[in-house]
């Protein structure tokens, strides 16, 4: 079994248990803790009408606060988005996800695609900087931030080195490709990456507590 | 008016701070061992992990924003203020305690166990530097409620005797004879008799029956008396069957904000326990912003129930009766500014009523930028006003409020919260501002149209 | 012994001018990626070269390798070369058979003890000798008998070089290739499922001009050929690089020429030259005919997925096992929740 082999059958089978396995331990070890009832009379009706809105809201950053966090949250919007389009539009990667769930959807140009894809890294690199020197975020930094940052980040190096080939062969370069998504699906449940599933629980009960009293979300 | 000190001539265009850092004390209540007050901590901060705050503690991504939301944090850049940061020590504990991963949290010592020097730290952090103001709580882009952390932390913090002092003083004065400022139920007769008189108004004390139990803070039966005849005035004109009782009239509740659950739910039960004794539909609290956060929505969860009458903070109340004609105002020429509550506009919901009152008023309103719910807290919330030496950095963030107010260049300036009113009397006094805080309730109260009394 | 001819003597004889036998070197320099002052050389190194002794050994195999190089339509140069060059021994194309086919092929190896080509198309079984035997000595004893003298061994064919078909899971017959067997002489690997037949005779000119074996690449394949991918090197590449995949064999993307890659074109891992020399004197290849790149010339392709499986497809294992990681990680939750209570019950307790 060579690497190519190897990085697409058992490492991203094992990754795929081990994230389907670490997400639900952890939505389960949260969800399954003591529930603090609320007894107050509610000023509205709050029930997931209004998580969902606060899920949907959170993702914009409110007026007066938008100025001081601009730098930031423009390069954390790059990020995403980069990211979302080159995992979800890219056509090699929607075979996969065909492959996987039946679904077909149009992707984009490869050259978009690569475009979208080097932004990603340059946003991501501009916010480890932003980390490294800002002194807030020097402060509450820990492992968790600088090792999630790494395995997000690496796919998209990994990825984007496969056009550019730099001398080694494609079904190395695209071993190595695949394994850096493993790492990455593997490392996904258990660090701050867990936003990805545990976003929704955290702006939605948030919404449901302050619409509930009528207060600003 | 206040006067210049012609000693130190005021220049009103300079950085009005010369900052110095607060001293640094670590105060301790009670002769603990650090070993037991260590373990005090954790078990009081463990009560506290309920799923919803598990998922909030599991949520943090680490990216600061709520720093750029906090006022102490924006006027001092110490990194330390970042309000998450406040909450570390909790954090730490849910993820080594509690989380899906504690086990391997503690196994390979992944985070360290909580120290004495820890929590004697964060002292300053969980209270010198937070009024649990909630701007952390709308920034976040994971919608965690940083503010509703704190609180529970300080849960921890008091168990283990690692409190400000002034703050375990005051606390413990109201716990023990039932107010803050030790303002005994004679106190507050006598001084409810002494405002019917001089404002000449009907006060009715401790009767039986009554629809309506209005009840004050001790800022105001101390310090701003001509509360209680304004309330008087305006429940009157409303033609309530209302009261004042002796067994259950203070509004404050420093058990919550010192961070002592039990002193907490003694002081919410005294005011259900009166109201349900005489029977009442409503309980109208009195312009202060945390009372209005202990009863109105957390004092059906220290009842255990939901609450078998009505909760209005005064500005409610007003805005209601004006709005159903229950009673009317003269309009008032002059333009005014209003500065929101944190816990009665931004935490509690009731921002539109201040603005249907002021509307009632007629005045020239001048809504401040970035006022209502996004409002900069006045500093002294969260019991930080009683933490003296929290001064310098109180003073320090008041700046953020005198530009917000100067900027309208109102005629007046209007609150609904005694203990904001304090701060910026104090603030006022600091930096010989030109603004005077000037209550709510109080311009109703003097405008009130005769004809409904 | 009479000398034997030579290479250009044979091809005058069989009525090949000079011009088209000097077409053919200069096509095969351009295929060898040589420069035009070698043709003259690569032209002298044919003309004269004596008929090198060669040997052609056939285990488990389809013969299509030796159909690809001799059913053309019309004689070509290749194929001529080959009469030319080749068939001191060939079991499937010699007239003789039997015992006296062995002794030819004995004789041809005593005479040229140390200085002939044996080519070996077809995989070894190792499983029993009893599966493939010639004149009833079994293909590994033929095999390791005929290479002892050899100059070097040429595996034609994706199952002479990595086991091929034959090979494939589960491999009954414990089908070998020959670089498995043969480790003391040198092995140019030439895969395909057949080879283009221009690679076969260029890497054989090449053998016969510099006396020396081509450069290789991991897997023992001449770079000059399977040096690129046919993904690299594939017409159809900038219909890759714009988005546009055909989804069916007959939908208009597939009529309008567009990518295979969704129909399971392994083109991106496949070294080969079929791209670029194509097939049947450069008629067309797979990908131009509309069908997707079984990725022929590499290792283990039978066992590499379906062929219609498009090469990102991801094997995640069965649902079943899916499903069991999510079962445990409800258990984990529940474990994790549990213990967190009750730190949580036994922490109010202790107050």
Redesign the interface.
């Known amino acids: 079994m060579d690497l190519l082999d190897f990085a697409r059958g058992p490492a991203l089978q094992w990754a795929a248990y081990i994230l389907v396995a670490g997400t639900i331990?952890?939505i389960?070890?949260?969800?399954?803790?003591?529930?603090?009832?609320?007894?107050?009379?509610p000023?509205k009706s709050a029930g997931y009408p209004a998580a969902l809105k606060?899920?949907w809201t959170?993702?914009f950053?409110?007026?007066?606060?938008a100025k001081?966090?601009l730098y930031?949250?423009m390069m954390?919007y790059v990020m995403h988005i980069g990211l979302f389009a080159v995992i979800f539009l890219f056509t090699p990667h929607i075979v996969f996800f065909e492959g996987w769930t039946g679904l077909d959807w149009p992707g984009l140009p490869n050259s978009v695609i690569f475009f979208l894809g080097v932004a990603t890294v340059v946003s991501a690199v501009a916010l480890l900087v932003r980390r490294l020197t800002?002194?807030?975020?020097?402060?509450?930094?820990?492992f968790?931030?600088y090792f999630s940052w790494f395995v997000s980040t690496l796919p998209v190096v990994t990825g984007l080195l496969i056009p550019v080939r730099v001398g080694l062969r494609y079904e190395d370069l695209l071993a190595v490709h695949i394994l850096s998504v493993a790492l990455l699906l593997i490392w996904l449940p258990?660090g701050?990456l867990?936003?990805t599933f545990?976003?929704f629980?955290?702006?939605?009960?948030?919404?449901m507590?302050?619409e509930r009293?009528?207060?600003?979300? | 008016m206040t006067t210049v000190d012609g000693r130190h001539e005021l220049d009103r265009e300079a950085e009005r701070l010369a900052y110095k850092p607060p001293e640094i004390r670590h105060d301790k209540q009670g002769d603990m061992e650090s070993e037991e007050r260590i373990?005090?901590a954790?078990?009081?901060f463990?009560?506290n992990?309920?799923?919803?705050?598990?998922?909030?503690l599991?949520?943090?991504?680490?990216?600061?924003?709520c720093?750029?939301?906090c006022h102490f944090?924006?006027r001092t850049?110490d990194?330390?203020y970042?309000p998450?940061?406040k909450i570390?020590l909790f954090k730490r504990t849910y993820k080594r305690?509690?989380?899906?991963?504690?086990?391997f949290y503690r196994l390979l010592g992944l985070k360290r166990h909580v120290t004495i020097e820890d929590l004697e730290e964060w002292q300053h952090l969980l209270y010198d530097s937070c009024t649990v103001c909630g701007?952390c709580?709308?920034?976040?882009?994971?919608?965690?409620?940083v503010a509703g952390l704190i609180s529970m932390a300080r849960h921890g913090m008091f168990k283990a005797g690692l409190i400000p002092e002034e703050l375990h003083d005051v606390a413990k004065r109201a716990a023990e004879t039932g107010s803050p400022l030790g303002i005994t139920p004679d106190k507050f007769e006598d001084r409810v008799e002494w405002m019917a008189d001089e404002h000449d108004v009907e006060i009715p004390m401790d009767v039986e029956q009554a629809d309506v139990l209005a009840v004050m803070s001790s800022i105001e039966i101390q310090k701003y008396p001509q509360s209680i005849a304004a309330t008087a005035k305006i429940l009157n004109a409303a033609g309530e069957s209302w009261t004042f009782r002796t067994d259950g009239f203070e509004a404050t509740n420093f058990g919550m904000l010192s961070g002592n659950p039990d002193w907490q739910k003694e002081a919410t039960m005294k005011l259900i326990d009166a109201a349900i004794k005489i029977g009442a539909k409503m309980i109208v609290l009195p312009e202060c912003g945390h009372a209005y956060m202990a009863l109105?929505?957390?004092?059906?969860?220290m009842?255990?129930?939901?609450?078998p009458f009505?909760?209005y903070h005064i500005s409610e109340y007003m805005a209601d009766a004006l709005n159903t004609g229950k009673i009317k105002v003269k309009k008032v020429e002059k333009s005014v500014t209003y500065h929101d509550p944190c816990q009665v506009s931004?935490?509690?919901?009731?921002?539109q009523a201040a603005r249907d009152v002021i509307k009632h008023l007629g005045v020239d309103f001048r809504e401040m930028e970035?006022g209502g719910?996004?409002n900069w807290c006045c500093g002294g919330g969260g019991g930080v006003v009683t933490i003296k030496r929290a001064d310098p950095l109180r003073h320090r963030v008041f700046k953020l409020k005198m530009d917000q107010v100067e900027k309208t260049e109102a005629d007046e300036l209007l609150s609904s919260c005694a203990n904001c009113r304090q701060s910026f009397d104090d603030s006022q006094q600091h930096f010989n501002w030109d603004y005077t805080m000037g209550s709510l309730m109080e311009m109703v109260a003097e405008n009130l149209e005769e004809d409904n009394s | 012994m009479k000398n034997k001819p030579t290479v250009g003597e044979i091809l005058q004889a069989k009525g090949v001018s000079r011009r088209g036998f000097l077409k053919y070197c200069a096509t095969t320099a351009s295929l060898l990626a040589l420069p035009p002052a070698m043709i003259p050389r690569i032209a002298k190194a044919i003309e004269s070269a004596r008929r090198p002794s060669v040997i052609w050994l056939s285990f488990q195999e389809c013969t299509g390798c030796t159909e690809s190089l001799t059913r053309s339509a019309a004689p070509t140069v290749e194929g001529l070369i080959f009469d030319a060059i080749s068939l001191d021994y060939h079991h499937t194309l010699q007239a003789a058979s039997g015992e006296q086919a062995e002794a030819a092929r004995h004789a041809a190896m005593e005479e040229n003890e140390g200085g002939y080509l044996v080519l070996v198309d077809g995989s070894i079984p190792m499983g029993n000798p009893g599966f493939s035997t010639i004149a009833g000595i079994s293909n590994h004893d033929m095999l390791m008998e005929t290479v002892a003298g050899a100059a070097a061994v040429v595996s034609i064919g994706t199952c002479a070089a990595f086991g091929g078909i034959p090979g494939a899971n589960p491999n009954p017959t414990g089908a070998v290739a020959v670089q498995d067997l043969v480790k003391d002489k040198p092995i140019i690997n030439v895969p395909g499922c057949p080879p283009i037949p221009m690679v076969m005779t260029a890497v054989l000119t090449q053998f016969l001009t510099f006396g020396q074996l081509p450069e290789v690449d991991k897997f023992g394949r001449p770079l000059a050929f399977f040096g690129q991918t046919i993904h690299d090197r594939c017409y159809r590449r900038p219909f890759y690089e714009q988005g546009k995949f055909a989804n069916t064999f007959d939908d208009e993307g597939a009529k309008a020429g567009w990518c295979l890659y969704k129909l399971g074109c392994k083109g991106p891992t496949t070294y080969n030259a079929c791209a670029t020399a194509k097939w049947n004197q450069g008629t067309s290849f797979p990908i131009e005919s509309g069908h997707p790149c079984l990725g022929c010339s590499e290792p283990g392709f039978w066992d590499k997925g379906g062929f219609y499986e498009p090469l990102s497809t991801g094997k995640f294992g069965s649902g079943a096992k899916v499903a069991g990681a999510a079962a445990a990680g409800v258990a984990?939750?529940v474990a994790?929740?549990a213990?967190?209570?009750s730190?949580?019950a036994k922490?109010?307790k202790?107050?």
């Not at chain 1, 950053?61 to 606060?65: G, L």
């Open positions: 331990w952890r389960v070890g949260i969800t399954l803790l003591k529930e603090k009832p609320d007894y107050s009379e000023r606060v899920i959170r993702a950053t409110a007026e007066p606060f001081a966090t930031p949250k954390a800002n002194p807030v975020l020097k402060l509450i930094s820990n968790d931030d258990f701050k867990g936003h545990l976003v629980v955290t702006r939605g009960t948030t919404g507590v302050f009293r009528g207060a600003k979300t | 373990n005090k954790m078990h009081h463990v009560k992990f309920n799923t919803q705050t598990a998922s909030y599991d949520g943090c991504l680490h990216c600061g924003m720093a750029d939301a944090h924006v850049d990194p330390r970042t998450i940061w570390e305690q509690v989380g899906p991963f504690a086990f701007r709580s709308l920034v976040c882009p994971m919608g965690i409620d109105r929505w957390m004092g059906a969860n009842y255990g129930k939901p609450l009505k909760v931004r935490r509690g919901g009731a921002t970035y719910d996004y | 984990l939750g994790a929740a213990a967190g209570r730190r949580q922490f109010t202790e107050g």
